[in-house]
């Protein structure tokens, strides 16, 4: 079942390239990696059952990993993932999540890659006109980062290789880097475990949906499995929560005592967000979300554990 794919995982050592890779090697997948360390860390992967190529997708030559491995299925993670960072440098944001993207598709092309799974973002709909935004949303982007990932969306479905794209919701779970500022379970997390203040920008009423990165990992093996192809995706919660209740949510399971401290809004930020996860519902009607607040203990009792 499971022996005849050898993939390929760009960011396959970063926040949710790392939680998949591990997945798919104790299923016993074979897993190449591509990732220039920049952000990924090799300790991420706790298995030593795959191969990693230390290379830059936008200055290296890339096909020699195609030219030894025999690729047949690509999930491409690798990116610039910071809105506020896309802004500062909206030339690097596009050299990676555009050109490199478009480097990496030509070889999935040449190489007859059977499937190629791309990470896009809730950032490419822009300010939302309803919620839950559903894939039919108009695509507006306001941020570099979300125009960057609709340019590579569209250069994934002019290529001819056979693709899905996942647009994700706000992820949260173990090994997220949360130092350009995203990542505000993350942040909070930190903030709670320390005793810190915890920072809330705006009046805290503003809406989002969150993903568990084990919810996200699996959906990617199922879809690497299925004979789905060229669809895009919104992957999500669905349940929307304001981050007053998450504040109070995690401040319970952290025994955390202190008030927020309000800042004013970030002016980047869209106010509310929720992607609808119907569409990708319908194929898999079976998927099991984790529980909100398990994965959240979770997440708790693994920073314990590494200290
Ligand atoms: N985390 C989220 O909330 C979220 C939400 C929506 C979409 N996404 C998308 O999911 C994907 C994975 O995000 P993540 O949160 O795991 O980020 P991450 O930063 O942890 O992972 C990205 C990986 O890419 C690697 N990388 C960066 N530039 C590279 C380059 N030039 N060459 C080779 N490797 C390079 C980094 O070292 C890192 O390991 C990204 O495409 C991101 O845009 C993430």
Do not use: W
């Not at 191969?51 to 830059?56: E, P, Q, R, T």
């Not at 994700?168 to 500022?181: A, P, V």
């Not at 995690?250 to 509310?272: C, G, H, S, T």
């Amino acid at each position: 079942m499971i022996n005849n794919k050898n993939i390929l995982i760009t960011g396959g050592a970063g926040f949710i390239g790392s939680t998949i890779s591990n997945k798919l090697m104790d299923d016993g997948y074979k897993i190449i990696i591509l990732d220039n360390l920049s952000v990924g860390k090799r300790e991420n992967l706790t298995k030593n059952a795959y191969k990693l190529y230390k290379l830059d997708m936008i200055k290296d030559n890339i096909e020699v990993v195609f030219e030894k491995e025999h690729i047949t299925h690509c999930i491409h993670l690798a990116a610039q993932t910071s809105v506020s960072e896309s802004s500062k440098n909206p030339f690097y944001d596009a050299q990676m999540n555009i050109f490199s993207s478009i480097k990496l598709l030509e070889l999935c092309k040449k190489y007859d890659i059977r499937k190629f799974i791309a990470a896009s973002t809730a950032a490419v709909y822009g300010t939302p006109q309803y919620l839950p935004i559903d894939e039919n949303h108009s695509v507006n982007p306001i941020s570099p980062y979300g125009l960057s990932k609709l340019t590579m969306e569209n250069y994934i479905k002019m290529s001819g290789v056979p693709y899905i794209i996942f647009r994700f919701s706000n992820t949260y779970g173990e090994k997220q880097n949360c130092s350009q500022g995203s990542g505000v379970i993350t942040i909070f997390h930190n903030a709670m475990l320390h005793n810190d203040d915890v920072k809330i920008y705006g009046d805290g009423n503003q809406i989002r949906d969150f993903i568990s990165v084990d919810d996200i990992s699996n959906i990617c093996i199922k879809m690497l499995d299925s004979d789905l192809k060229n669809e895009t995706f919104n992957f999500s919660s669905n349940q929307g929560i304001t981050i007053n209740e998450l504040f109070n949510k995690m401040k319970k399971i952290y025994d955390y005592k202190k008030f927020p401290v309000y800042l004013p809004a970030r002016k980047e930020e869209i106010r509310d967000s929720i992607l609808s996860n119907k569409k990708i519902m319908d194929k898999f009607p079976n998927f099991k979300y984790k529980n909100f607040e398990e994965c959240i203990q979770k997440l708790k009792s693994s920073a314990k554990g590494n200290k």
